[in-house]
């Protein structure tokens, strides 16, 4: 049987505000909890846009390039030239800014080519579903850049471009 990807997406904040009794008479209920605009879904081999290969790594030199033909994964590199990237997320640990762009080489264009910047302790996570194009010979490559003292988690979820 094949290796089956299902991923469940969270983008949720919870935020709980204490109302000041002076400021707002009347009100018996003090603390409003905000979670309105949390988004999760779940997507697999089955859903449009489809998911078929994770990566997850551990970034700790001061410079790299992810290549999308050797892409480390639990069962080890694998080519995922001719797929898309769905999904991205990065946890950035390090004490300076990581960044993450297009390679100098064979580069891969994110988001109307403009480069990712992960601010020290902060976290990018973007599902972009079917918006990114699909990587080929010429256009497969990130690169990184921030801290050699410094590490970054990140997560790259590829799937088949649409039929």
């Known amino acids: 049987m094949a290796t ?27 603390k ?10 779940t997507i697999d081999g089955n859903t449009t846009p489809a998911v078929s290969v994770i990566s997850e790594q551990t970034l700790g030199d ?25 999904f991205i997320r990065i946890n950035n640990r390090g004490n300076v800014n990581f960044v993450l762009s297009a390679g100098a080489s064979n580069g891969y264009a994110l988001m109307g080519g ?14 972009v579903g079917d918006a990114l194009t699909t990587s080929d010979g010429t256009h497969k ?12 988690d990140m997560t790259l979820i590829f799937g088949p471009p649409p039929a």
Do not use: C
């Not at 409003?32 to 879904?41: E, G, I, P, W």
């Open 62 to 86: 001061a410079s790299g390039t992810i290549d999308f033909s050797a892409l480390p994964t639990t069962q080890g590199p694998e080519n995922v030239v001719g797929k898309r990237l769905k």
């Open 32 to 41: 409003l909890t905000h979670t309105a605009f949390n988004v999760s879904k």
């Open 141 to 152: 490559t990130l690169d990184y850049t921030f801290d050699a003292d410094d590490e970054a």
């Open 114 to 127: 403009v480069s990712i910047t992960v601010p020290p302790g902060g976290v990018h996570q973007q599902w």
């Open 4 to 30: 089956t990807i299902k991923t469940t997406l969270s983008f949720i904040a919870s935020t709980i505000e204490t109302l000041d009794a002076a400021e707002t008479p009347g009100i018996t209920e003090r």
